[in-house]
């Protein structure tokens, strides 16, 4: 007989293709497949993804040379109406994300509950992209993923096209996608690419950062026309919708005065911005903890690439759902590329982690039980309850905090030049009232 907690050679062997082929099924589900029966039976009015549409409507072939247009470059190639067309462009990437996961943990090996426990993390993480569908994070962990496995190849130059690739989606490609390729040539320890493939990645990444920055030199419609051209392919049916992609135009086209209004909002309108803050930070480490198990050496490289980026768009942005749950995706990356080896762990210890990793998915997920007013905001909903269930304060929605961050804020819509930012903390609406 097997002494108990002894591994036996069933526990050792990698799940079978039957159940990483159920994986990716569910992993797809997840990320919100679903959504394609309840759309083609009509029941998903998706009116209610009008400030993703509205960020996703810029195009290079429409508008030149624009920040974040590779999104709505694909999109108009489908031929598609744009909110359908976003539909499509969701759960397009939550096919390719669900599809690389797989098969990183397929080439993993390992045993079957270490590969299970790295599903299940990432099942976690997939629930909670389903309640924010049509933003570009999904697109832009494809691309981080692809970058991680050119990079676990030796072909930094690859990886760091994957990456060049992400910021054409979003800015966060290239926030996650640098932190993430150094962690991973950290990890590689002796294995990793020549110094001189490395340096001309970096020089590489250096470049295309320098050329973003500098973009707005490049031929591109004037502001008012892209804004028309936008509200005219949107269903801007109510004043709520209208005020929605607004919003999101205001973001996208501000540029450095958005960041402004966006670092007030944190600072200043924004009572629950400590706790959205640590409580980021509190799930990628609970989520770090149960990939690697015991804090050590085993920590250093996933939060060497989740934290970073974190760090930065805590202080710039506000989003702390997304920022959060991309570090922890690019944690999982590095995890899932670090060489496994040896039995499998003692079937109490997995078994744990697995429960873990189920306790933390139904702490992160935003269900109707723990209801809050911004859940883009807030990375661990059930202590933004109970905050308020116990008097603390209420995260402001956008009709508040905007006009206090930026009085003139609909300029940037309709002015050609339009009006100096001005702060206004005193017009914050309480939104109790």
């Known amino acids: 007989m097997r002494a108990p907690g002894v591994a036996g050679p069933a526990a050792d062997r990698p799940l079978p293709p039957a159940a990483l082929a159920l994986a ?14 309840e759309h083609r039976s009509g029941d998903v009015d998706l009116r209610h993804l009008m400030y993703q549409a509205a960020t996703a409507s ?8 624009v920040r974040r247009g590779l999104a709505g470059t694909l999109i108009r190639a489908t031929g598609l109406p744009q909110l359908p067309g976003l539909l499509a462009f969701h759960l397009g990437f939550g096919a390719v994300v669900s599809a690389l996961a797989v098969s990183l943990v397929r080439r993993r090996g390992g045993p079957w509950r270490e590969q299970l426990l ?26 981080l993923a692809l970058a991680a496995m050119a990079m676990a190849a030796g072909r930094p130059l690859v990886a760091v096209g994957c990456v060049v690739v992400g910021l054409a989606f979003h800015e966060t490609g290239f926030l996650y996608g640098v932190p993430l390729l150094a962690a991973l040539a950290w990890q590689a320890g002796a294995r990793r690419p020549p110094r001189r493939r490395l340096a001309l990645g970096a020089a590489l990444l250096g470049a295309v950062a320098l050329g973003y920055l500098l973009i707005d030199r490049l031929p591109h419609a004037d502001r008012l026309t892209m804004v028309q051209a936008i509200r005219a392919r949107l269903p801007l049916d109510t004043a709520l919708h ?7 135009l205001y973001y996208a086209l501000s540029g450095s005065r958005g960041v402004l ?15 959205h803050l640590v409580s980021g930070l509190a799930v990628i480490a609970a989520f770090v903890g149960l990939m690697a198990g015991r804090p050590g050496r085993a920590w250093a490289a996933p939060l060497l690439a989740g934290l970073p980026p974190y760090a930065f768009l805590a202080a710039a942005a506000n989003d702390f759902a ?13 995890g899932v590329l670090r060489p496994g080896g040896g039995p499998a762990a003692a079937g109490r210890a997995v078994r744990l982690r697995l429960e873990g990793a189920l306790l933390l998915a139904l702490l992160i997920y935003p269900s109707e039980r723990f209801q809050v007013p911004m859940r ?26 905007l006009p206090a961050c930026d009085r003139h804020w609909r300029d940037v819509l309709t002015v050609p030049e339009p009006r100096p930012r001005e702060t206004d903390l005193g017009s914050l609406i309480d939104p109790r009232r």
Not at 118 to 139: E, H
Not at 242 to 248: F, K, L
Not at 380 to 400: D, V, Y
């Open 261 to 275: 209004t966006s670092i007030c909002q944190n600072l200043h309108t924004d009572g629950n911005y400590g706790l």
């Open 58 to 65: 810029f195009s290079y072939t429409e508008f030149g040379a």
């Open 24 to 37: 990716f099924v569910v992993l797809w589900f997840a990320t919100g497949g679903l959504l394609v029966v």
């Open 376 to 401: 883009v905001f807030s990375p661990l909903p059930i202590a933004e309850r109970l905050s308020m269930r116990l008097g603390g304060p209420i995260t402001p929605m956008p009709w508040a905090f």
């Open 242 to 248: 209208t005020d929605m992609a607004d919003w999101a």
């Open 118 to 143: 790295f599903l299940l993390l990432l099942a976690a993480l997939a629930a909670v992209w389903s309640t924010d569908i049509g933003r570009t994070d999904l697109a832009v962990a494809a691309t």
């Open 322 to 334: 997304r920022w959060t749950l991309l570090s922890c995706f690019v944690a999982w990356l590095v």
